[in-house]
């Protein structure tokens, strides 16, 4: 018990990190991100929290739904650093639970979009103009909620 506890403690407090950084940044150091999908999912598979093609599916499913993302939007919507965080939560999830990541993370993302556009405000961005919304604070959140429910959708 102490290690499941132990397990979902590090995952949000790694979750909260990266959020803050892309949040404050726009980027996440990529080989962190990496090396943060192989201790949790080599976690998970230890704790029988998933098994192997579980946590080889939820990467897959987790790298896959960004990648088609970044094509579709021809780089606008989402960033490479976004992709490599997909599959974290892969990593962190498995399949089907990074299902219910994705969908709770595009419905947070959806409902901060709406209240941004009734505020009438934009996302402050230093570098490259502003109006854009960090997206991994929302996988992070959708990460969490995928954790604790599965829903069949």
Known sequence: MFFFV???FAV???LAAFAW???RSYQVPVWFVALAATVFGGWSVLLGRMNG????MGILFGVLVPLALFFLSKRRWIGSGDIWFGG???AILGFPRIVTGFWAAFLFGGLLAILLLLM???MPRPSRGAGLIPYIPLLAIGTIVGLFFNFSI
């Open 6 to 8: 132990f397990f979902f």
């Open 12 to 14: 949000i407090l790694v």
């Open 21 to 23: 950084i892309d949040w």
């Open 53 to 56: 093609p579980s946590l080889l």
């Open 88 to 90: 974290l939560m892969g």
């Open 120 to 122: 009438k405000k934009k």
